[in-house]
Nanobody, 129 residues
Framework: RVQLVESGGGSVQAGGSLRLSCAAS????????MGWFRQAPGKEREGVAA???????SYADSVKGRFTAPQDNAKNTLYLQMNSLKPEDTAMYYC???????????????????????WGQGTQVTVSS
């Protein structure tokens, strides 16, 4: 069974940076998509970044130019590098994986939660003014 564990969240001032990690255990044997999502209190879940089975990455307009989502296959880890953080970035951040994924990255970015096979427990990011 595949398990995803997020880490790296915390509290920072606006303009600061955080690097989130999503460590995967177990195996995904077929083509897959990976993604980062976030949800703030009282808000809808939002796709932040998604990577399709070809390795193409798509980002939400709200984070373009500030966030990147590199992968380190040797460490079996997906990262979310968050720079120039804003108070509106405050949310619980989750990573997810979808096995047998044939979507493009931009499609995966907006897919509903039940379509993803695996979810991490989340890590809290708080950005103060």
């Amino acid at each position: 069974r595949v398990q995803l564990v997020e880490s790296g969240g915390g509290s920072v001032q606006a303009g600061g940076s955080l690097r989130l990690s999503c460590a995967a255990s177990g195996y995904i044997y077929s083509s897959y998509c990976m993604g980062w999502f976030r949800q703030a209190p009282g808000k809808e879940r939002e796709g932040v970044a998604a990577i399709d089975s070809d390795g193409t990455t798509s980002y939400a307009d709200s984070v373009k130019g500030r966030f990147t989502a590199p992968q380190d296959n040797a460490k079996n880890t997906l990262y979310l590098q968050m720079n120039s953080l804003k108070p509106e970035d405050t949310a619980m951040y989750y990573c997810a994986a979808l096995d047998g994924c044939s979507m493009t990255a931009i499609q995966a970015l907006g897919v509903m939660g039940p379509f993803w096979d695996y979810w991490g427990q989340g890590t809290q990011v708080t950005v103060s003014s």
